[in-house]
């Protein structure tokens, strides 16, 4: 009964290679966020979408691509994946009328 | 624009010691506060939340944090740490502008580590 689920958990890729994460949310929430964490740990919000419309859009390259079928979904693409990609990323929801954000377990990406 | 500086990157302690993470925040509309844990290879998990009201909040796992508005702080405590509090601690703020939230930002964490 896992309320945000990422698949996979870890992802390793070669350099030049197309990969996409998954994530479901069953909380019934209407936005949902892709973040990216850094190797120093640090959080930044890549894209928000609410109610499968893409709200945010935080200066990601063009590489990144998020999907969402539905308002339970919300899939990120990379084209072409860098080095400089490598890092967790980690999908998150909320209600449009709630404050707080649930977050999944993370996807750690590793580019070699 | 909104910023969250967490004042110390690594708090090393000693179990039952009491403990103090210090959060504050810069904003030019009023924001709601959070605080998350993340344990070892985990996702974050809120540990508690300032929306309105008691500037004294408390959490889960035995933590509080007290909002304090003229010093823009948000100091998460714990009076007695267990070697399990071992984590990573983030702040995160998400504006309020009335009728809408903003995206949550987040500072760049603080380590706890509690040793025997």
């Known amino acids: 009964d896992t309320a945000v689920s990422q698949t996979p958990k870890y992802l390793v890729t070669q350099m030049g290679n197309d990969k996409s994460i998954k994530c479901e949310q069953n909380l019934g929430h209407d936005t949902m966020y892709w973040y990216k964490q850094d190797s120093k740990k640090f959080l930044k919000i890549m894209f928000s979408y609410n109610n499968k419309e893409l709200i945010i859009n935080e200066t990601v390259p063009n590489r990144f691509s998020p999907k969402s079928p539905d308002k339970a979904h919300l899939n990120l693409h990379i084209n072409s994946l860098e080095l400089g990609d490598s890092a967790v990323y980690f999908c998150?929801?909320?209600?449009?009328?709630?404050?707080?954000?649930?977050f999944g377990q993370g996807t750690r990406l590793t580019v070699v | 624009a909104q910023s969250v500086t967490q004042l110390d990157s690594q708090v090393p302690v000693f179990e039952e010691a009491p403990v103090e993470l210090r959060c504050n925040y810069s904003?030019?509309?009023?924001?709601?506060l959070f605080w998350y844990v993340q344990y070892p290879n985990q996702g974050l998990q809120l540990l508690l939340k300032?929306?309105?009201?008691?500037?004294l909040v408390k959490g889960i796992n035995g933590f509080e944090a007290e909002f304090n508005k003229s010093q823009t702080s948000f100091h998460l405590r714990k009076p007695s740490v267990h070697i399990s509090d071992t984590a990573e601690y983030f702040c995160?703020?998400?504006?309020?502008?009335?009728?809408?939230?903003?995206?949550?930002?987040f500072g760049k964490g603080t380590k706890l580590s509690v040793k025997p």
């Open positions: 998150a929801s909320s209600p449009s009328t709630g404050i707080e954000a649930f």
């Open positions: 904003s030019s509309v009023s924001v709601y």
């Open positions: 995160a703020v998400r504006p309020n502008y009335g009728g809408s939230q903003g995206n949550l930002i």
């Open positions: 300032y929306l309105s009201g008691s500037t």
